[in-house]
């Protein structure tokens, strides 16, 4: 099975920015779309972004403008761009199909991987 492993995470001022990489053992172009989580301390795992692999994506309306999802297929590569970063933004994030709901939209790809060990963002105040 495709296994994904996450990276790029780290500590950060708010207002600052990072860059997450998920990068899978195999082909992603199945999982359409794809999509990023996060997991906030004592909460629930959330999803946050998708991407089609026509180049549609949402988001959730917290990151709606700070945040960019995209994919290179060919790299079996997806990235979230994280910009003017917020406290509330801290958690493990991660990536998988999407599932979920996003603005109203209702996500369900039906591949799904093992949930890799995600990257851990904390953006400080």
């Known amino acids: 099975q495709v296994q994904v492993v996450e990276s790029g995470g780290g500590l950060v001022q708010a207002g600052g920015s990072l860059t997450l990489s998920c990068a899978a053992s195999?082909?992603?172009?199945?999982?359409?779309?794809m999509g990023w989580y996060r997991q906030a301390p004592g909460k629930q795992r959330e999803l946050v972004a998708v991407?089609?692999?026509?180049?549609?994506?949402n988001y959730l309306d917290s990151v709606e403008g700070r945040f960019s999802i995209s994919r290179n297929n060919a790299q079996n590569t997806v990235y979230l761009q994280m910009n003017s970063l917020r406290p509330e933004d801290t958690g493990d994030y991660y990536c998988?199909?999407?599932?979920?709901?996003?603005?109203?939209?209702?996500?369900?790809?039906?591949?799904?991987?093992?949930w890799g060990q995600g990257t851990q963002v904390t953006v400080s105040s």
């Open positions: 998988n199909g999407a599932r979920g709901v996003l603005r109203g939209r209702v996500y369900n790809t039906g591949d799904f991987l093992s």
């Open positions: 991407v089609h692999n026509s180049g549609t994506v």
């Open positions: 195999g082909s992603i172009s199945g999982l359409n779309p």
